[in-house]
């Protein structure tokens, strides 16, 4: 994936972004109960897979094959 310049230091999730969208909440409608949300948080690591995942398909228009993740991360397979 080198010749794409893809990095782990490249695919790090931008701390503001990640703020901005946390922050987000739909407006709430009279008469209706809202549903008590659970913030969902990603590891470093784990938001580096998920963006190396969406640029891997933004460039190929499909999804990484598992040995794409084990060869860019160099990480054992499952």
């Known amino acids: 994936m080198t010749e ?3 990095t782990p ?3 790090a999730p931008p701390a ?4 901005a969208r946390t922050d987000q909440t739909p407006p709430k409608e009279a008469g209706t ?3 008590s949300r ?3 948080t990603f590891t470093p690591r784990q938001g580096q897979f998920l963006a ?3 640029l ?3 460039l190929h228009r499909r999804g990484p094959a598992e040995t794409d993740l084990v060869q860019f991360f160099r990480v054992t397979p499952p």
Do not use: G, M, P, Q
């Open 33 to 35: 109960k809202r549903k």
């Open 56 to 58: 891997y398909r933004k």
């Open 4 to 6: 794409y310049a893809l």
């Open 38 to 40: 659970t913030k969902v």
């Open 52 to 54: 190396f995942i969406h």
């Open 16 to 19: 503001k972004a990640a703020k």
């Open 9 to 11: 230091e490249s695919l």
